[in-house]
């Protein structure tokens, strides 16, 4: 699996958080040259020291990935610093707010769709013509255990994430004959920043409680970690998975095949 990504360009989306920075890890740790994408400058920046400290090529930009001519930002600064893009982790995402559907705000519905799903469609938007261009390339979005179940009180997460599955076999389909495979990651409950904002809302602050309850729904009865996504995601982009395409991989503990009781 390493040595197809040895020498590889790849762009991370969500490359301060913690399932992009453990997958960027993993990446670098296999010889690829990454490029870190995020909203939250200041995280970027240390991450970006700190991958660099593993001894690969690194180069980092700021984008809202909800913004078309920021998406075009990062692919151009990509192909200034690197010269080529061959694997990308599309995988920013962000929590919204926790409400019933029929009292959920419309300005804050269309804040999370713009970035969960708009910057999916983004990101494979501008990425997949330079990987046309170069005549291959490998693709994951991140969806997660909410783009097959329903959740109460996330609504336009959960649409959100059901969507980024849409995107994932409609491009996978169109450009899979072309060298392209693109393919989604569904993480369940994972232990991230991410897990305990949603944790505070859906717990009345209790994160710590919320945390033993949903892990729950996990066979292990424990949380998964950044690092248990990230080491699919790297096989996913690696050509051990050169016959995998428009698939929707779980990270979840068996949460989806399950039902714990
Ligand atoms: N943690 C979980 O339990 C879990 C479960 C399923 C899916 N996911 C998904 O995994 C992905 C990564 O989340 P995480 O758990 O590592 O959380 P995280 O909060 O550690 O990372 C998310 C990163 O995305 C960045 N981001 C948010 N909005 C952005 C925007 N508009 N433009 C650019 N960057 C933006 C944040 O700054 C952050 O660094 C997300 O898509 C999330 O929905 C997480």
Same mark, same amino acid.
């Given at each position: 699996?390493?040595?197809?990504?040895?020498?590889?360009?790849?762009?991370?989306?969500?490359?301060?958080?913690?399932?992009?920075?453990?997958?960027? %890890?993993?990446?670098?740790?296999?010889?690829?040259? %990454?490029?870190?994408?995020?909203?939250?400058?200041?995280?970027?920046?240390?991450?970006?020291?700190?991958?660099?400290?593993?001894?690969?090529?690194?180069?980092?930009?700021?984008?809202?990935?909800?913004?078309?001519?920021?998406?075009?930002?990062?692919? #151009?600064?990509?192909?200034?610093?690197?010269?080529?893009?061959?694997?990308?982790?599309?995988?920013?995402?962000?929590?919204?707010?926790?409400?019933?559907?029929?009292?959920?705000?419309?300005?804050?519905?269309?804040?999370?769709?713009?970035?969960?799903?708009?910057?999916?469609?983004?990101?494979?938007?501008?990425?997949?013509?330079?990987?046309?261009?170069?005549?291959?390339?490998?693709?994951?979005?991140?969806?997660?255990?909410?783009?097959?179940?329903?959740?109460?009180?996330?609504?336009?997460?959960?649409?959100?994430?059901?969507?980024?599955?849409?995107?994932?076999?409609?491009? #996978?389909?169109?450009?899979?004959?072309?060298?392209?495979?693109?393919?989604?990651?569904?993480?369940? %409950?994972?232990?991230?920043?991410?897990?305990?904002?949603?944790?505070?809302?859906?717990?009345?602050?209790?994160?710590?409680?919320?945390?033993?309850?949903?892990?729950?729904?996990?066979?292990?009865?424990?949380?998964?970690?950044?690092?248990?996504?990230?080491?699919? %995601?790297?096989?996913?982009?690696?050509?051990?998975?050169?016959?995998?395409?428009?698939? #929707?991989?779980?990270?979840?503990?068996?949460?989806?095949?399950?039902?714990?009781?």
């Amino acid at each position: 699996m390493t040595s197809s990504i040895k020498g590889k360009v790849a762009i991370v989306t969500g490359g301060a958080g913690m399932i992009g920075y453990a997958t960027a %890890v993993a990446l670098a740790q296999c010889g690829a040259h %990454v490029m870190l994408v995020d909203i939250h400058e200041q995280r970027l920046r240390e991450r970006h020291t700190s991958l660099e400290s593993l001894g690969g090529r690194v180069a980092s930009y700021v984008a809202d990935v909800s913004r078309s001519a920021e998406v075009e930002g990062y692919v #151009a600064k990509t192909l200034e610093v690197f010269g080529r893009i061959d694997l990308f982790f599309n995988n920013a995402g962000t929590e919204g707010k926790i409400g019933p559907t029929h009292e959920y705000l419309e300005s804050e519905f269309d804040k999370i769709i713009a970035v969960n799903l708009k910057g999916i469609f983004l990101g494979l938007r501008h990425v997949i013509p330079v990987m046309l261009k170069q005549g291959g390339g490998a693709i994951v979005n991140t969806g997660s255990i909410a783009s097959e179940r329903g959740l109460a009180g996330a609504c336009a997460y959960n649409a959100s994430k059901h969507g980024v599955i849409g995107l994932t076999r409609t491009a #996978a389909s169109e450009v899979g004959n072309q060298g392209i495979r693109i393919n989604a990651v569904m993480p369940g %409950v994972i232990d991230t920043p991410l897990l305990e904002e949603m944790l505070k809302m859906l717990f009345n602050g209790q994160v710590a409680e919320g945390k033993k309850v949903v892990g729950k729904v996990a066979t292990q009865d424990r949380l998964g970690t950044a690092d248990e996504v990230a080491q699919v %995601v790297t096989f996913l982009l690696s050509d051990s998975a050169s016959f995998v395409n428009g698939a #929707a991989w779980e990270v979840d503990g068996g949460a989806l095949s399950t039902i714990r009781h």
